[in-house]
């Protein structure tokens, strides 16, 4: 009889057989976009935008709503792709609100969809909590193992990045006699997982809780104030690839740098979040 020796589950943001704790109120990544051609470029040639958070298309009570982004990006042969975002919000943004904002953004700027040729709709989890290492006999991958960053709804870079010590984990732990599926499974998890990594993760989910308390002038000035950080900090906070001192000292950077409105609104949100902060001190899933 065949018997597994470990079984991955990566079947996706609601996994199969990977149990975790339930969350209720889950921030979710919503966008609609469009790859097409237009009456004139809606972003330089040659570029991608990674955040345009302007919203001067909107009336001042549009933008008392949830805000969102353009991401857009020049695909070649005067075909471009366009999509309105929202980076997290609960409950989620429709894609109806979504398509909206993206024909008032493109119209204020005087330009026109001349040719569809794809409609994306975009909907998954931003913030579901870590799975817990410890306890699961059955080892996650993937969206299943809750490897979305917070902080920008990225998981494929994460996923491809941690492949390798996590399957050097698993390679070690099955050539060890007498292991379990789930003794190899502790092994992954805690590969994939390590206290630093957690406690990384949960700085996050506490500045996306402090960013999705924020109106439309806040985010504005906080991505302002966000992007004028060095280079190396605010792609290293994007993709993850901060040591822990390294992201604390960006976001005190951030703090310093931002104007005094965004200032004490981060402030306010630690009142709210002085668990998301126990626990990143700790290095525990929430
Ligand atoms: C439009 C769109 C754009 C996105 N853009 C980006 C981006 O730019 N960067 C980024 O990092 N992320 C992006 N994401 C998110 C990204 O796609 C997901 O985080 C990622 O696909 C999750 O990968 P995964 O392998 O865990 O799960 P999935 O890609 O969801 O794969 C899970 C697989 O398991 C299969 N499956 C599920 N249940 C079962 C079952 N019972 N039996 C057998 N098979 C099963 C599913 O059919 C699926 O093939 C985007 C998502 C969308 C929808």
């Known amino acids: 009889m065949f018997l597994p020796r470990l079984v991955i589950d990566a079947s996706g943001h609601r996994p199969v057989f990977v149990r975790r704790p339930p969350k209720a109120d889950v921030a979710m990544q919503a966008a609609y976009g469009l790859v097409g051609r237009f009456s004139r470029p809606p972003v330089r ?11 001067d298309h909107l009336s001042p009570a549009e933008r008392q709503a949830p805000p969102t982004f353009l991401y857009a990006m020049d695909l070649g042969d005067d075909v471009y792709f366009v999509e309105e975002t929202s980076l997290a919000y609960y409950p989620a943004i429709s894609y109806e609100v979504l398509q909206r904002r993206l024909q008032q953004r493109l119209a204020y700027r005087g330009i026109e969809v001349t040719d569809v040729q794809h409609v ?30 917070p902080a920008s709804g990225y998981q494929v ?49 506490f500045g996306l809780a402090a960013l999705l308390r924020f109106d439309d002038a806040q985010t504005q000035r906080f991505f302002a104030a966000f992007f004028d950080l060095p280079l190396s900090h605010w792609s ?6 901060l040591s822990t001192n390294e992201l604390l000292r ?5 703090f310093w740098q931002a104007s005094g409105s965004v200032r004490w609104s981060l402030v306010a949100s630690v009142r709210g979040g002085e668990r998301l902060l126990w626990h990143a001190l ?3 899933p929430v």
């Open 120 to 149: 994306e709709h975009c909907l998954f989890p931003a913030e579901l909590a870590a799975a817990l290492p410890w306890d699961q006999p059955v080892m996650g991958y993937g969206g299943a193992a809750s490897l979305v960053h």
């Open 236 to 241: 290293g906070y994007l993709s993850n690839s």
């Open 250 to 254: 960006a976001m005190l950077d951030l």
């Open 45 to 55: 040639p040659q570029q991608m935008v990674l955040m345009d958070f302007r919203s």
């Open 282 to 284: 700790r290095g525990q």
């Open 157 to 205: 870079g994460a996923a491809l990045r941690y492949a390798p010590e996590v399957a050097q984990a698993i390679c070690q732990a099955l050539s060890l006699p007498g292991r379990r599926p789930s003794d190899v499974a502790q092994a992954a998890w805690g590969t994939l997982w390590p206290t630093d990594r957690i406690r990384r993760r949960n700085i996050y989910l």
